[in-house]
């Protein structure tokens, strides 16, 4: 947060999601779909909490957003559904360093599937997305 909100963003409002706010009354009055969404990308290709996993039934939870495990701890994760992100009117993905790079190229070459989930936002074909990289 300190860091995000800086500057013009300063008056942007912040809505962190863990599993103990899932029920937060301010998240009703968030406006949908969102303005920006902005992304990393884990090694493994998740993106949000979004893991990889045998299929995209756990990204397209029936609200807002879906509650996961992570493989690392804190395990019990909560996450914007899939399509909540897709939606949003822009949406950003940053990564950084040859490991996630190679993953980000190969999301990029092969078919979307839930075991990459960077992939399945590539696909989507977001009409505002940008991809920032950073080679170290």
Do not use: C
Not at 120 to 132: K, T
């Amino acid at each position: 947060r300190r860091y995000f909100l800086e500057r013009g963003a300063a008056a942007a409002s912040f809505h962190p999601l863990w599993p103990g706010n899932t029920r937060d009354p301010a998240l009703a009055d968030v406006p949908w779909p969102l303005t920006a969404v902005y992304l990393g990308m884990g090694a493994d290709g998740h993106v949000a909490s979004l893991f990889p996993a045998a299929d995209q039934a756990g990204f397209d939870g029936p609200g807002r957003l879906v509650a996961g495990r992570a493989p690392t701890p804190p395990n019990a994760r909560i996450s914007l559904s899939l399509p909540s992100i897709l939606k949003a009117k822009h949406l950003f993905l940053q990564l950084s360093g040859p490991k996630k790079i190679a993953v980000y190229e190969r999301a990029r070459l092969e078919p979307p599937t839930p075991m990459l989930p960077v992939s399945l936002v590539l696909a989507a074909g977001h009409p505002s997305f940008r991809v920032y990289i950073a080679e170290t």
